[in-house]
């Protein structure tokens, strides 16, 4: 199991760029993808960006749109998500999550997730 807690969010304006960060705790980190994903109010949960734990391979989500980059450091147990030119369509909350993958598969079951953090986004 690993324990994820994020930091970072708030109110931003439209065009502005915000970083959030996630500390990560568990053990065998390196088995694991480390995610991005949101949940605005009335619709499906979206997965921006996933990181590998073990070697940083980044994945994007089409959401993404290039304007969000995650990255993680190794040594201090961190994942960011670095936002840009944020719209308001981008409000919601935002979650750190963690997962393994299904042997054989490509899919990555998330079952561990941060409590979230909410980022608005003004017009």
């Known amino acids: 199991q690993v324990q994820l807690a994020e930091s970072g969010g708030g109110l931003v304006q439209t065009g502005d760029s915000l970083t959030l960060s996630c500390a990560v705790r568990?053990?065998?980190?390196?088995?694991?993808?480390m995610a991005w994903v949101r949940r605005a109010p009335g619709k499906d949960r979206d997965l921006l960006a996933r990181?590998?734990?073990?070697?940083?391979?980044?994945f994007y989500g089409d959401s993404a749109e290039g304007r969000f980059v995650i990255s993680r450091d190794y040594a201090k147990n961190m994942v960011y998500l670095q936002m840009s030119n944020l719209k308001p369509e981008d409000t919601a909350v935002y979650y750190c999550?963690?997962?393994?993958?299904?042997?054989?598969?490509?899919?990555?079951?998330?079952?561990?997730w941060g409590q979230g953090t909410q980022v608005t986004v003004s017009s």
């Open positions: 999550v963690a997962g393994l993958p299904v042997f054989g598969t490509t899919h990555v079951n998330y079952d561990d």
């Open positions: 568990g053990r065998g980190l390196n088995a694991y993808y």
């Open positions: 990181i590998t734990w073990r070697d940083g391979r980044t």
